[in-house]
């Protein structure tokens, strides 16, 4: 896959620059998405991770009582959205007490922080099957619960000044790093040089593709497939691979 943004001659740091790589990594998350790992060594699709709460309450119990049921709700709306395609959320069914209530199988609690008020955490929580199934079916929704494992990202920068990859300076790193946090049974992995181990991959042998690295990062990852997107700019142009 290939792509073409041409803008302005030196534009690497202004704003239509950042709205170009918006766009072209769109287009690469969709086409990433396609890529369809195994879903048979995917995570448990009716299992939610990583549930931001903080809550105020008028004491520390109901601050985390508040806080838990807030969390299990958006984890049950974020759970229906990766399940329906986009153009369905209208008609989700409502994350109310008793459809959460209903479908909820356990949570589990991270990062737990509380003051005699307030009361911070993070969720995983697991759901049902056929709960969720019936709700859907019910709502007369299209869906599906085959999750894939992620897909490793590998966004590669090449310019006048040279290639990066890990480079915190890297825009097209950014532009990933930037985009929308959406529900998704399809995972895009962006991996720090930090995860990518004591020996990381270099941007040359991202973009050639050698498969004894590729497997072993992807391995060590947990990724099912690997994407380079490699962005390059001359002048006034940036093409994406």
Known sequence: MAATIVDDPGFATNQRFRAACAALVLLCATLTAMAGPAAAQAPDPFVVT?????VTGSGALDARSRALAEGQRAAFRRLLQRMVPESSWPG???ANDDNVQAAVRGFQIANERASATRYIARLDVAFHREPVRRLLRDAGLPFTETAARPTLLLPVWRDAAGIQLWEP??????AWEARPDRPTLAPI????????GPEPLSPLAATAGDPAQLRQLAARL???DVVAAEARQSGGTVEVT
């Open 189 to 196: 992995l962006l991996p720090t040089e930090e995860q990518a």
């Open 92 to 94: 989700l069914p409502s």
């Open 50 to 54: 990583g549930v931001p709460v903080d």
């Open 222 to 224: 947990g990724a099912g």
């Open 169 to 174: 300076t890297n825009p097209w790193r950014l």
